[in-house]
């Protein structure tokens, strides 16, 4: 496997941190989360260190309780953040742990300030946009200061949007007050390709740096996106329009895959154009990891096909971290991961047949996490498919819970057996299989949560330590006794059915050791399936293209094992 990046921020090269200001214009959608994390993997590769930051214009305090229809995936932080999807590309390209220092919205800042404007704080002044939301935008970028040789600050939404404003003019006086020598203004942009002329016209990216201007940003680098391949004589046109050497405009042509974003923006010569406008030199980057996993799915010498079976399938971006993780774990074995998405509610009403029919491509079946009944049952039929039938299993978090049901309800017979998420006043002797669990540890402290509490921050959230059981798939896979894992949910095992799970041949591996009663890893004896595991946590979130996850990298293993033995069963 390919080595992993250096992932210890901290100064390395620079005596101060130097800042990337990454905006964009023309429109949404144009990777500016991607661009900026594939900039922070290229300047590791070159020898610095980098943290990165995304601030949010939206009001949302956070995207917590945003659909994943609106908003994606809600990604975890270690200390437990639920932030935006674009720190989980941070986290992926560089390796460094995001956390609450990463990401903030207007919502936040706008919250703190309200806050201390009831306590008196501002002494009866007028309280505004300019200083007061700007002075706490630039606050929140000055916490990385000395925390690396790059800080990447990504800034949410499209230059021009009311909602932005206010970034974009903290970000001007940051850059003005830390001096042009440690701040760079990278501006992103579109250039359409017009079929009918056969021709890229340059004009919106002109005027997004205008635009940019406008607000008093003069842009520094400007990165042209751009379906296919922009000539330099176009380039060179917006260079002029923008006030730059040519260097500075910088072609980013659609990639085949995410992972080749570094390798392509390192041969268009993105980092030296931002090297040169620091005046910095560092010696070229080597990209053989990025080339050697980018051509893994242009190319895959073998592939699989895992089966998720969830409710937010429409939407890829829902799920993007897991996506991302399934094919990292193809990569520790020179394999891609194929993904086939099954919607868990139409499993509901098929019958047996229906259902393997369904299923029968699948090498492996996954259960993501999830949330509420609708779609639930549909998962428990494809969970029972894979034990029944051997195929390799993986539940995670939502997808161990609903295992734990199946597993309670088809062998160790307890009918009925559910979850109080689904109804709340199960009674006694309903079996409730998972509950709401009131009070554990973090740390030192003691957390509490109640059925009534607000549907944010109840849940048991970030990183949190498990042990692992000796001689299991969990404990093998890691290859250590002791782990830490992030975790987003409201309810757990219930450890009042352990002993009779056991007794039915269910094997718990991993469990908390502050709170022994809390369940992490739930699996079954390779004697009776060769490849069923489950966690309660989020392993998705740590998983990286070039240090895939252990328990990622097992169960790609086991369903590389599967493909195998089921071609044997054909030959014979
Ligand atoms: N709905 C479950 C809970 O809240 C699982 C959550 C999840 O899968 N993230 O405990």
Redo the contacts with the bound molecule.
């Keep these: 496997m390919t080595p992993t990046p250096a992932t210890t921020p901290g100064m390395k090269k620079l005596g101060q941190t130097h800042y990337i200001f990454v905006t964009g214009g023309v429109m949404s959608a144009l990777g500016k989360g991607l661009t900026a994390s594939a900039l922070g993997a290229i300047l590791q590769a070159r020898g610095f260190s980098v943290v990165q930051q995304k601030l949010d214009p939206y009001l949302n305090i956070d995207p917590g309780t945003m659909s994943p229809f609106q908003h994606g995936e809600v990604y975890v932080t270690d200390d437990g953040c639920e932030t935006d999807l674009d720190l989980g590309h941070y986290e992926r390209f560089t390796g460094v742990p995001t956390s609450r220092s990463s990401n903030i919205t207007a919502g936040q800042v706008y919250w703190d300030i309200l806050h201390k404007e009831r306590k008196g704080d501002y002494l009866g002044k007028t309280v505004q946009v300019v200083p007061h939301v700007t002075n706490e935008i630039k606050a929140f970028i000055g916490r990385m200061e000395g925390q690396a040789d790059f800080s990447i600050v990504e800034i949410g939404g499209t230059v021009g949007d009311i909602e932005s404003m206010a970034f974009i003019e903290a970000i001007r006086q940051y850059a003005r007050e830390t001096g042009r020598r440690r701040s760079c203004f990278m501006h992103l942009a579109f250039a359409p390709y017009l079929k009918a002329v056969g021709e890229v016209k340059t004009k919106p990216t002109q005027n997004a740096v205008r635009e940019l201007l406008e607000a008093g940003v003069q842009a520094d680098v400007v990165v042209v996106r751009s379906e296919v391949e922009v000539e330099r004589s176009d380039l060179e046109k917006i260079a002029m329009f923008a006030g730059l050497p040519a260097s500075h405009v910088v072609n980013c042509p659609d990639s085949d895959t995410i992972y080749r974003v570094p390798v392509t923006l390192h041969n268009h010569g993105l980092d030296d154009a931002i090297l040169s406008h620091f005046d910095i030199k560092a010696k070229a980057p080597d990209m053989a990891a990025w080339q050697h996993v980018s051509s893994l799915v242009a190319h895959p010498p073998r592939e699989v096909t895992i089966a998720v079976v969830g409710k937010y399938v429409q939407l890829g971006d829902s799920y993007i971290s897991l996506n991302e993780a399934l094919l990292h774990g193809g990569f520790a074995h020179d394999a891609k991961v194929n993904i086939l998405f099954v919607d868990s509610e139409t499993l509901e009403s098929m019958g047996d047949d229906e259902v393997a029919a369904i299923l029968a491509p699948a090498d492996g079946i996954l259960v ?5 009944a609708r779609g639930a049952e549909g998962k428990i039929r494809a969970i029972r498919y894979a034990r029944e039938n051997k195929v390799p299993y993986f539940g ?6 609903l295992a734990a049901i199946e597993f309670a309800r088809h062998v160790a017979g307890l009918t009925g057996a559910s ?1 109080s ?1 689904f109804d709340a006043d199960r009674g006694a002797g309903a079996h409730t299989i ?1 509950n709401l669990m009131t009070e554990w540890h973090a740390g030192d402290a003691k957390l509490k949560r109640g059925k009534d509490d607000d549907l944010g921050g109840t ?2 959230l970030g990183a949190y330590p498990c042990k692992l059981a000796k001689g299991t798939l969990a404990g093998k896979a890691y290859g250590s006794s002791s782990i830490a894992e992030r ?6 095992f219930n450890p009042a059915y352990r002993a009779i799970l056991e007794k039915a041949g269910l094997v718990f591996s991993g469990t908390s050791p502050t709170d022994p009663d809390l369940v992490e890893i739930i699996e079954l004896p390779t004697k009776t399936h060769p490849s069923f595991f489950a966690c ?1 946590y ?1 392993p998705e979130f740590k998983s990286r293209p070039l240090a895939p996850h252990p328990l990622f990298a097992a169960f790609a293993k086991a369903a590389l094992a599967y493909v195998e033995e089921k071609s044997v069963r054909k030959a014979a």
């Design positions: 993501p996490g999830g949330f509420g995670i978090c939502f997808g161990m819970q979850s998420e998972i849940m048991r975790h987003r949910h409201r309810y757990e309660q989020h």
